[in-house]
């Protein structure tokens, strides 16, 4: 997998975590995931389409959920407010991936970053060969953060395809 | 939350009204809990651009806080819409996806400013005063974190 499209995604994480978390970020494991993605808890997925195609999968425990909540809330966020912490991973998802896309169009990739939507199966697809997946987790204070990062690169073409705003 | 000097309508020392839309309900209620800290008064929320259009015909706000990616209709094209119909719509593109690109696009069709999330209370409070202009009033001598 591409570098230069990995690392604007672990800048964004460790920026947008540190900032709403309040507290430094640490990277504790990157690894290739050969083994078809399983769930840890509540995950959002934000696919893109576009020049960079793929999928990203934010990942965390229940346990990190809630507290991730709560300190984005400013609230004390219950197992009972299904609905806000599954709004809340999305959101953060959002924010880390829409500040990764900032940067990789700035450089010039063109793509469409969609919504993000719960992430509700147990198991994604297997990564294949030129869809690897890269799997990132990164140690906060309110736990640890998954990121599965799977992206295809298509060579531009001289297609004449505007560039779609995200 | 911080608290901040109140930014109020200077043609009757209202509070400035609000129209926020986002997908995210979650968003919705970080922003809404942003701007009462600014003395806003939030009138009303919408999902996506289509509800943001019709709410913005109902309930003409001072300030319009847009999402960009969002399903049915984007923030980009609603606001389009809204300053086609009404010119004088103060629209705040809040998205975190700022490059270029979308930014220009957004400020072409008419958007005010533009925010890029997270959004930190001190820059929305100072794009909202610039956005306000003549309209609005802050407390003298007032800033971020005032």
Redesign the interface.
């Known amino acids: 997998m591409r570098m230069d499209l990995i690392q604007p995604f672990i800048n964004s994480a460790d920026a947008?975590l540190a900032?709403?978390l309040e507290s430094p970020i640490s990277i504790e494991n990157l690894s290739m995931e050969e083994e078809a993605y399983r769930r840890k808890g509540v995950a959002a997925e934000v696919c893109l389409t576009g020049e960079i195609e793929g999928r990203i999968i934010f990942d965390v425990d229940l346990g990190t959920a809630l507290q991730l909540?709560s300190r984005?809330?400013?609230v004390e966020v219950s197992e009972t407010d299904e609905?806000?912490v599954s709004?809340?991973v999305?959101?953060l998802a959002?924010?880390?991936?829409?500040?990764s896309?900032?940067?990789l169009?700035?450089q010039g990739f063109h793509f469409r970053?969609?919504?993000p939507t719960l992430h509700t199966s147990e198991q994604g697809s297997k990564s294949s060969e030129d869809t690897e997946a890269l799997v990132m987790c990164f140690k906060t204070s309110s736990g640890n953060v998954f990121m599965n990062v799977a992206l295809r690169y298509y060579r531009r073409q001289a297609l004449g395809h505007a560039?779609v705003?995200? | 939350?911080e608290k901040f000097a109140p930014v109020k309508r200077s043609e009757d020392g209202q509070p400035v009204r609000y129209l926020i839309v986002d997908?995210?309900?979650?968003?919705r209620?970080?922003l809404a809990?942003m701007v009462e800290t600014f003395g806003g008064q939030v009138i009303g929320e919408a999902g996506n651009g289509v509800s943001a259009i019709s709410e913005y015909e109902r309930l003409t706000p001072d300030i319009v806080l847009m999402d960009?990616?969002?399903?049915q209709m984007?923030g980009?094209e609603a606001a389009e819409k809204i300053v086609r119909d009404h010119p004088s719509a103060r629209i705040v593109m809040v998205?975190?996806?700022?490059?270029?690109?979308?930014i220009v696009?957004a400020l072409q069709r008419g958007a005010r400013h533009f925010v890029?999330?997270?959004v930190?209370p001190e820059v929305l409070y100072e794009v909202i005063k610039y956005v306000m202009r003549d309209d609005g009033t802050a407390a003298r001598g007032a800033g971020a974190g005032a």
Not at chain 1, 94 to 99: A, D, E, F, P
């Open positions: 947008v900032q709403g909540a984005l809330a400013g609905e806000l709004e809340a999305c959101e959002n924010q880390i991936i829409g500040n896309v900032t940067t169009n700035d970053v969609h919504p560039a705003a995200g | 939350m997908d995210s309900v979650f968003a209620k970080n809990r960009i990616t969002m399903p984007e980009i998205s975190s996806v700022g490059y270029q690109e979308n696009a890029q999330k997270p930190k």
